[in-house]
């Protein structure tokens, strides 16, 4: 099982969500998939048209930026990371 | 007993403002909808619900709905796409309730509505069919649709306001959209009264009359008496033709508040300093300042398209925000002024809720 890592905000802004979360999945586009199945509307949150990776959204693989179809192993983490911005 | 309810839409999440029933004293909640920027917060009377539409630059448009006067917030954008192949959606400028729909105005310019409370959402394709669509330019703060203006009667009649193009009309519940621009001027464009072009920044209906419009426009204050069929320039006797806002009283057609702003390559900001509401009484034939307890020097602040809104009460509450955070409040009809709040975000967008 991969572990999925989302970013604070996220978990805050859909209930029923968690920091860490294990998937069987064999890309990143799976496995936000499996996200969305338990929790309705994440993905939403993750992909835009396209479909595509959110602009400002970043996404990692084992430390590696990843896209959607990126492959992920089964000891994998994913990180999904929302970009740095301020303002 | 009526108390008043400031629903405050900021760039960094959405405030709610609970007055008395004097309207005299201000408790600030928030920064609610996980401090999302928020462009426009609407209540529904019909459900007694209250909705917010924006954007997050990491998360995408949403829609918040809360059903229990803002204690808790549920979120959703599933439908609010052009599609794979469509341009993308980045944030919800506009949310109006309408005869059990709630509809959505967003950017890039175009309409969705939701028919189950807005969960999920459908795309109003015929506006976005239009002809014009091509040519459409957006001004400095997009290409937008901001303002959605229902038939109080008619569910099939409809119109909004898309900068910088024009005021658009469909008698038919959105399946064709009619650009309704004629005698707008666009005095930044080559041909200064295109069909479209202009730059809209908010629309109107006057109390009762479903047929009386204003407008204020990048290029003066515009009346329609002919449901939008034409207009005419009303801007004589202002500070400045440009500002962002307009005000309809609930209950008098000739009644309305307008803020000037200095030229738009000057500033955008109170001309000279010194903040004023502007009101007309004579369904703006002519128009008379209104200061007192504003600044009247050194304010260099502006106020945003959605950024004024009257409650229902008698006598009207006014009610603005602006582009630096301070929140003012007249309680008889725009005469004296008094500020409620003077440090939060920028304020982008204000409504007024009378509970009872």
Same mark, same amino acid.
């Given at each position: 099982m991969a572990t999925v890592i989302l970013p604070r905000s996220l978990v805050s802004l859909i209930p029923?969500?968690?920091r860490s979360t294990d998937v069987e999945a064999a890309t990143v586009a799976e496995a936000i998939d499996r996200l969305d199945e338990q929790t309705p509307g994440i993905r939403n949150r993750l992909i835009d048209a396209g479909p595509?990776?959110?602009?400002?959204i970043n996404v990692y693989v084992d430390s590696q930026p990843a896209a959607l179809d990126t492959p992920i192993g089964p000891n994998s983490t994913v990180h999904i990371i929302p970009a740095v911005s301020g303002g | 007993m009526t108390r008043t309810m400031l629903l405050v839409g900021t760039s960094k999440g959405a405030f709610i403002l609970d007055g008395d029933a004097d309207r005299a004293s201000w408790s600030i909640r928030g &920064?609610?909808?996980?401090g999302w920027p928020i462009h426009d917060l609407q209540w529904d009377p019909a459900t007694r619900s209250i909705y917010a539409g924006g954007g997050s630059i990491w998360y995408g448009p949403a829609v918040f709905r809360s059903d229990d006067l803002g204690e808790t917030w549920s979120h959703s954008?599933?439908?609010?796409?052009? /599609?794979?192949d469509g341009p993308k959606v980045p944030t919800v400028w506009n949310v109006t309730p309408a005869h059990g729909a709630i509809f959505a105005g967003v950017e890039p310019a175009g309409l969705f509505r939701s028919?189950? !409370? !807005?969960?999920n959402w459908s795309h109003v394709a015929g506006l976005r069919e239009h002809p014009s669509r091509p040519g459409w330019q957006p001004g400095a703060g997009g290409l937008i649709c901001h303002t959605i203006v229902p038939h109080p009667s008619d569910a099939e009649k409809m119109w909004v306001a898309i900068s910088a193009v024009g005021t658009f009309a469909t008698e038919d519940g959105g399946t064709t959209w009619e650009a %309704?621009? %004629?005698?707008?001027?666009?005095?930044?464009?080559?041909? @200064?009264?295109?069909e479209t072009g202009q730059c809209v920044h908010k629309l109107v209906m006057a109390a009762g009359q479903p047929d009386r419009f204003y407008q204020q426009n990048h290029c003066g204050v515009f009346r329609s008496t002919d449901g939008t069929q034409s207009w005419e320039d009303? =801007?004589?006797?202002? =500070? =400045?033709?440009?500002?962002f806002v307009f005000g309809a009283h609930p209950r008098d057609p000739n009644t309305g508040w307008v803020i000037p702003l200095s030229h738009p390559e000057e500033g955008r900001f109170a001309p000279g300093g010194s903040l004023a509401v502007w009101r007309t009484r004579d369904g703006a034939d002519s128009w008379e300042r209104h /200061?007192?307890?504003? &600044?009247?020097?050194?304010?260099f602040v502006g106020v945003y398209r959605e950024a004024l809104a009257v409650d229902r009460l008698d006598p009207v509450g006014i009610f603005f925000g602006t582009s630096t955070g301070q929140l003012y409040g007249s309680t008889?009809? /725009?005469e004296r002024w008094t500020r409620l709040?003077?440090?939060? @975000?920028?304020?982008?967008g204000v409504e007024a809720v009378a509970l009872d």
């Open positions: 029923g969500t968690q595509m990776i959110r602009q400002h | &920064p609610l909808c996980e954008s599933e439908g609010l796409t052009y /599609g794979d028919d189950d !409370g !807005g969960a %309704r621009n %004629r005698g707008v001027l666009a005095c930044f464009a080559p041909d @200064p009264y295109p009303v =801007s004589k006797g202002l =500070s =400045s033709e440009f500002g /200061g007192d307890g504003l &600044p009247q020097q050194d304010a008889d009809e /725009g709040a003077e440090n939060l @975000p920028p304020i982008w």
